[in-house]
């Protein structure tokens, strides 16, 4: 079997590149260190190009956020661009989005969602295009989180799969307790037509969508808010779900991630899957995995993996039919302690989750992971 490559990005100055080797001559999978690229402060989210996967852009979440860009050979070596380096437009770029000839950057601190031109030739970003939008905020709302939703606070920029007339834009704004919808208008630049309400306090972190049905995992408070999402017609809340078996949840873990893989050939039931922080049982972070078997807008909790991990930020699929799931602790308060890397394989249909590799831990202890691109 094939092995794999697997990026990482992090809480320290680097991108790291693993090895992944599900069925080595050993028998027992492997996860192993192969090389780094030294890039700057905390590059916490990265993505590959749509159509070219040696090139990867990088958000460094810092105070003068900034994007940097990588170029990757087959066996998973890479440089970075130094003369592609330019402005997020705000602070602390938290997610990118990339289509083929733009990159879409929400920065959390500076609440602004920002675009930019892009290529896959040299010299690959045209800063000098860089256009900016502030997201609203409506400051004194009772019940919010004052120590975290003092400003706009735009966390993900993702498409929405259902509107085919139009690209839709939808952004969860932590700060306001929304998720934007945003359409491109004649200038070509995106406008904010609408929202999506939360329930104030929750801080929408990061979004899904499957079959009609619009998923919102609030970070501040660990739910997962479920939502009839027809595009062109009004949004109906369903319900809203703790994403721990501690209900409701305590205020110390906060909701990072969520996931659902499109169902396969191996994997034909739904599922959603959601990372917890800073849980203090001592066997760490938990996935939480729902059930979608009783329907899309019914999602069940069927199961909760201990990872032994901290600060469960990023995780993400790989592989035939995603049979890999790789996990990254950046560490409790996102350094240090629990931090690692692991690759569980998806059991009983995608009901469970088993641990087959692990990356050594003083390797990985040292990483600080936060999210991760399958080349």
């Not at 709302?141 to 993702?158: F, M, N, T, W």
């Not at 929750?202 to 979004?207: E, L, M, T, Y």
């Not at 249909?349 to 399958?374: M, P």
Request: with cysteine; proline share 7%.
């Amino acid at each position: 079997m094939a092995t794999y490559k697997i990026l990482v990005g992090s809480y320290t100055d680097s991108i790291y590149t693993l090895t992944f080797a599900p069925s080595p001559s050993s028998g027992t999978p492997t996860l192993t260190l192969l090389s780094q690229v030294h890039v700057g402060p905390n590059p916490s989210w990265i993505e590959a190009h749509p159509s070219d996967r040696s090139l990867v852009f990088a958000g460094l979440e810092q105070t003068d956020g900034q994007i940097v860009v990588l170029k990757y050979d087959k066996d998973g070596k890479g440089h970075k661009v130094d003369a592609a380096t330019c402005p997020s437009g705000g602070a602390d770029p938290c997610s990118l989005l990339l289509t083929e000839n733009e990159v879409i950057v929400a920065n959390y601190s500076g609440g602004t969602l920002a675009t930019m031109p892009i290529s896959t030739s040299p010299p690959y970003t045209r800063p000098a295009e860089l256009w900016i939008l502030a997201t609203p905020f409506e400051d004194g709302k009772p019940g919010r989180d004052l120590s975290r939703q003092e400003i706009s606070h735009p966390h993900q920029a993702v498409f929405n799969p259902l509107n085919t007339t139009e690209k839709e834009l939808l952004v969860p704004d932590l700060g306001s307790d929304k998720v934007w919808q945003l359409t491109k208008g004649s200038d070509g630049h995106w406008a904010i037509r609408g929202f999506v309400s939360a329930e104030t306090g929750g801080g929408p972190r990061h979004i899904a969508i499957y079959g009609n049905v619009l998923y919102i995992l609030l970070e501040l408070t660990s739910q997962l808010a479920v939502y009839k999402f027809n595009s062109g017609l009004p949004t109906t809340h369903l319900t809203t779900l703790s994403t721990t078996k501690q209900s409701p949840a305590p205020s110390y873990m906060k909701a990072a991630e969520i996931l659902i893989p499109k169902p396969n050939r191996s994997f034909p039931m739904g599922y959603i899957y959601i990372s917890n922080r800073e849980d203090q049982h001592p066997d760490g972070d938990t996935i939480a995995i729902f059930s979608l078997e009783k329907g899309e807008e019914h999602p069940e909790l069927v199961g909760e993996v201990r990872t032994g991990l901290r600060h469960i930020r990023g995780m993400v699929f790989g592989g035939e039919d995603d049979k890999w799931l790789v996990v990254g602790g950046a560490g409790r308060e996102g350094r240090g302690v629990g931090s690692g890397v692991k690759i569980y394989e998806r059991v009983e249909g995608g009901k469970g989750l088993r641990q087959i590799a692990e990356l050594d831990s003083t390797v990985g202890s040292k990483l600080n992971a936060t999210a991760f691109i399958w080349l």
